[in-house]
């Protein structure tokens, strides 16, 4: 969707969306999740190598807290027959019930790419790391 | 219900006119060895009550085993409504000693071009099965190779009773070799008196009812097997044919299958679609008379299951469960059971379509 | 999960209408705490050193990242199902769970010794007795299955006898990765004691190792491939029972296959029957089609339910199978593929909800339809 571009004359109506301070940068280390109490099940805020993503925590599988789950790399298939190796350890999530993995910058699932948890944004503004789009 | 030209039956087993004949197709020392007969000794079909012996009484000759009459084969398969047969002779089950099973398996196929598949098969009726022995896979894939420039072998076939499971990393040269000619691989389950393991993951059952009602569900060890090695992911012209039925527990099994597969991503990446996505691609069922919901939701359950992709229509002549292709489903559309009755095996034998009468 | 609505059930009252009874949920049993329970001379004999020594701790073929729900590990540590006062919290308070059939998957079996397996079976059950259908058991919402070794039926009818009138013991629990099919004469002792005392025969499959794994074809290699293959233990024992006539020998026998889903039983129903059809006379004890025999003698769980595409197909083999009759939730906690009941209430017909999740189960495992209200009421 493209924005029109900002016409100076008249005002363009903001949608507005609230947003809440999860906390600082350094309170979140790389690796952390942090679930913030909001919405129906909550929203986990991720630090992955210093950038900052954010899972509802639910699954859409079967409801789980998804969020509760284990941070870790995706295993993918080697070269050859019977080879297998971890990649991208650290931006994939397993979810604490039935171990469905998702690419926890965008939500989607692995086993099937058509189905992705809802996302926020995450900003970080002066240090603090705001989760936006409630 | 007379012959149609286009109705392909997928499986039929012709048979020695007597046990030793094979042996003319041996040379030493295997022809000098003894190995079994070619009927099943465990689990043996009653003769004194239903089904009354392995065979139907009809298809005994006056000479010869069942199946063994090229003549009175014919008539019976008129009779069924079968146009072309796709010829499955079962070997002598599994045997201790390799190299004599891959003997037994060279002399079944030299035997079988030699009197179906020869001079006396003018009008194309029949085409055959390439008998290779898994228990030997080098030796497998050469018998595969000796044959499969020959347009009258379609298919390659392995018993149902195994060792190991068809996916496992042993058999990769058969079916590499299968693949690579374009040939589906069959399997099913071989009569003998052999090293067979138990027929059900609890032992042995008493009664022959209750073998005959399991046994053709084990297709889901080799089934399971194959998509979880990755062997359709490896070989992605491979086909398997399971030629003992079983389809009508295909669905439900499958579907478990699909349910832990995100869980074993870790164990298996190399599955890259969920399993029952393989099912179109690699995998075809013979029919079997005794499968199949009742009347009233064979409709529904069909189409539920997709029956109309996966299923190839199969006599099983000369054994008492032969099923006439006018008996396959008689109440599905006509275009479905053109499917089963043909179009599926067509296409996966890529056999010509049929001469008008 | 999620937010919990107003329970119109719950009231003033002192009594709570049931609404659902799991019929599948494991608590943990530490061999430590179980040791105490194990009779002599095997305690002594067997438990005297390292009990890593002698217990298994990881089977094969375990799904391969985790068999347990990773949040169902209790705040004080231990292992998923082991603190009492969690699992209250988790299945029955915030799942919702009026009553809660408990199988117990530890001790492992012993399948090369059936005596030794008799006896840390005799172990867990009077452990099971003083402890989750005991002190843990004053909100009276929990039932158990005693377990038995098939394999010495002398002891496993005395450990039935012993139990039976016990309040909270409603089943019998036996591996179904068996090394005969259990309709056979062997186990007929084991099976009318059952019936006799009005107990329900509960199957569920542990993965025993050993020749009791061993397929058709030899060992598979992966868990994803077993899994697929667990309803053919099943498929065994039903056409077993069935065609050895066993149910003309115990009209009142009952069973109940636990954790093995419900897919497979239509095509299991219409296989057997058309077989009966044909070659019945082989089997002149057996009077009906097996399809009767199966859905007035057994039932299934609805754990673990498939999730086939489209989803109405799944309503289809509901309706073949006549769910409404045979069906009856299971939870499986706290295992990895837990079902949660609220999740499962929507997606079941609605005609046939109250039946699956507790009628069925309600008069299979002979529990009432009301139960006192309790303190776990008072916290939702």
Known sequence: MTQAEPNLATERPVKRTESVVVGRVEELPPGSVTIVPRGKFGIGVYNVGGSFFALTNYCLHRGAPLCRGQVTGKVVAGDGPYESKMVGVGEFLRCPWHGWEFEIATGRAVAYPEKAIRTYPVLVENGTVILEGL | MPARADVIDASVHPLVRQPDELREYMAEPWRSLPFPGPHRYLFPTPTGVAPYGEYRSDARPDKGLPGSDPALMARHLDELGVGTAVLLPLCRGLLPNVDLGSAVCAATNDWLKANWLGPLNTEGRYVGTIRVNPEDPAAAAREIERWAGDPAFVQVGVPLEAHRPYGQRNYTPIWEAAARHGLPVAVHSEPGAGTDFFSTPNGYHRHHIEYHALFPANFIYHLSSLIAEGVFERLPELRFVFADGGFDVLMPLMWRMDLDWPISRIEVPWVSRKPSDYLRDHVRFCTAKLEGAPPEIRTEWFETAGGADLLMYASNYPHWSTMAAGEFFPQLPEDVRARVLCGNARELYRLPEPTPV | ?380
């Not at chain 3, 001790?107 to 030794?116: N, S, V, Y």
């Not at chain 3, 084991?190 to 569920?204: F, G, Y």
């Not at chain 3, 086939?308 to 083999?317: A, N, R, W």
């Open chain 3, 1 to 380: 999960m999620g937010v919990q609505q107003a329970d119109p059930r719950t009231s003033a009252e002192a009594t709570v209408q049931v609404k659902v009874v799991d019929c599948d949920v494991h608590p943990a049993l530490p061999t430590d705490l179980l040791l105490e329970y194990i009779p002599e001379p095997w305690r002594t004999q067997f438990y005297s050193g390292q009990l890593s020594e002698i217990e298994m701790t990881t089977p094969v073929y375990i799904p391969p990242v985790q068999t347990l729900r990773r949040d169902a590990v209790p705040p004080s540590g231990g292992m998923p199902g082991s603190d009492p006062a969690f699992l209250e919290k988790q299945l029955l308070r915030d799942g919702g769970v009026d009553f809660a059939q408990l199988i117990f998957l530890q001790p492992r079996p012993k399948p090369t010794h059936p005596a030794l397996e008799s006896a840390i079976f005799a172990g867990m059950n009077s452990f099971m007795a003083d402890t989750w259908l005991g002190r843990h058991n004053r909100h009276g919402r929990y039932r158990g299955a005693i377990r038995v070794s098939p394999y010495d039926p002398e002891g496993a009818v005395r450990e039935i006898d012993r139990w039976a009138g016990h309040p909270y013991i409603n089943g019998v629990y036996v591996v179904p990765e068996a090394s005969a099919p259990f309709g056979q004469p062997q186990f007929l002792p084991i099976l009318e004691a059952t019936a006799r005392h009005d107990l329900a025969l509960c199957m569920h499959v542990t993965r025993t190792p050993g020749m009791r794994l061993l397929t058709p074809v030899g060992h598979p290699s992966y868990h994803v491939e077993i899994f697929a293959q667990w309803p053919l233990y099943f498929f065994s024992h039903i056409a077993s029972l069935v065609f050895e006539g066993v149910f003309e020998t115990l009209p009142n026998l009952r069973i109940v296959c636990q954790e093995a889903d419900f897919a497979w039983v239509p095509a299991l129903m219409w296989r057997l029957d058309n077989e009966w059809r044909q070659l019945g006379s082989q089997v002149p004890h057996v009077k009906r089609a097996p399809s009767e025999y199966i859905r007035e003698h057994f039932r299934f769980t609805t754990q673990p339910l498939d999730e086939p595409v489209p989803s109405e197909s799944l309503l289809k083999v509901m309706d073949w199978l006549e769910a409404d009759r045979v069906l009856m939730f299971a939870s499986d906690y706290p295992h990895y593929d837990y079902d949660d009941p609220q999740w499962i209430l929507p997606r079941l017909p609605k005609p046939a909800r109250d039946r699956i999740m507790f009628e069925n189960a309600c008069d299979f495992f002979r529990l009432p339809r009301t139960r006192p209200r309790d303190e776990i009421d008072e916290a939702r």
